[in-house]
C-alpha cells in the first residue's frame, strides 16, 4: 500500500465514450502526477499540479482533460480516445520543497484498453 | 538530446548477485533514482544517488559515476520476490524525471 489509490484498476472504452479516471492520495503531499506507461517505453509524464495549481502539460492531446479539486484528489477525464491511447494510466504524489529533490509515491494505475 | 539507456530484460538464478546498469545524458543532472515495478503493481522507490559512489540499503545498492553518465542497481541474494521490472531515471537541471523504459528482471529458482 503506497497510500496513492486509484480507480478503476481496469477500463475498456469505445473512441466515443467519456469516462475519468480518479486518485486519490492519502499522504498528505501538495503535488499529484498524471503519467503514462505504455510497454517497453519510458513513463511519459502528463500533467503536474502543485498545491491544487496546473504547473505541467506536456503537450497531451486535449482529449485528456485533468482535474484537480483539492490536494488530496486528482481526476483524468477522458473523451474521443484512439486506440493508441491505450496505455496503463499511473497517478503519483510528492512533497514538493523538500530541497530539491523528491521521491514519487505512485498507484498500481488504470489499465485502459480503447477499442 | 536526454536519454536513458537501460536494458530491457535479464534473467538471473535464486540466491546468485545481479547488476542492472543504466547510462543517461541529461541536460545538467540532479540526481539519478531507481524504482521496482513488480508487475500490476505501483512502482515504489528503491534508491536516489546523487554524489558519485555506491549507496548500500539491504540486499540492495546503487552506484553512480557522473563523470560517466553511469548508474547501476546491484541486488544480491536474489529471491523469487525481486522478479520486477527496475526503472531509472535521471533528474535534470529543471527537476524534471528522464525515465528509461525499464528492466524486467527474471529470477529462475
Known amino acids: 500500500e503506497t497510500g496513492v489509490t486509484q480507480t478503476p484498476r481496469h477500463l475498456v472504452m469505445g473512441m466515443t465514450n467519456k469516462k475519468s479516471l480518479k486518485c486519490e492520495q492519502h499522504?498528505?503531499?501538495?503535488?499529484m502526477y498524471w503519467y503514462k506507461q505504455s510497454a517497453k517505453k519510458p513513463l511519459e509524464l502528463m500533467f503536474v499540479y502543485s498545491l491544487e495549481e496546473r504547473v505541467e502539460n506536456n503537450s497531451v492531446p486535449s482529449r485528456f482533460s485533468p482535474e484537480c479539486p483539492n490536494s488530496s484528489h486528482l481526476f483524468l477525464h477522458l473523451h474521443t480516445l484512439q486506440p493508441e491511447d491505450s496505455a496503463l494510466y499511473l497517478c503519483?504524489?510528492?512533497?514538493?520543497?523538500?530541497?530539491?529533490?523528491?521521491?514519487?509515491?505512485f498507484g498500481s494505475g488504470t489499465q485502459l484498453s480503447v477499442l | 538530446g536526454q536519454n536513458i539507456d537501460q536494458p530491457t530484460e535479464m534473467t538471473a538464478t535464486e540466491g546468485a548477485i545481479v547488476q542492472i546498469n543504466c547510462t543517461y545524458q541529461?541536460?545538467?543532472?540532479?540526481?539519478l533514482f531507481w524504482y521496482q515495478q513488480h508487475a500490476g503493481e505501483a512502482p515504489t522507490f528503491l534508491s536516489y544517488n546523487v554524489l558519485d559512489g555506491l549507496e548500500e540499503k539491504g540486499r540492495f545498492s546503487s552506484f553512480l559515476s557522473r563523470s560517466k553518465g553511469y548508474s547501476y542497481l546491484l541486488l544480491k541474494e536474489l529471491q523469487m520476490k525481486d522478479s520486477a521490472s527496475y526503472l531509472c531515471?535521471?533528474?535534470?537541471?529543471?527537476?524534471?524525471?528522464?525515465w528509461g523504459a525499464g528492466t524486467k528482471l527474471i529470477i529462475k529458482p
Open positions: 503519483a504524489s510528492s512533497q514538493e520543497g523538500g530541497g530539491g529533490w523528491e521521491k514519487l509515491f
Open positions: 541529461t541536460s545538467g543532472f540532479n540526481g
Open positions: 531515471a535521471a533528474m535534470d537541471s529543471n527537476y524534471q524525471l528522464i
Open positions: 499522504l498528505g503531499h501538495n503535488a
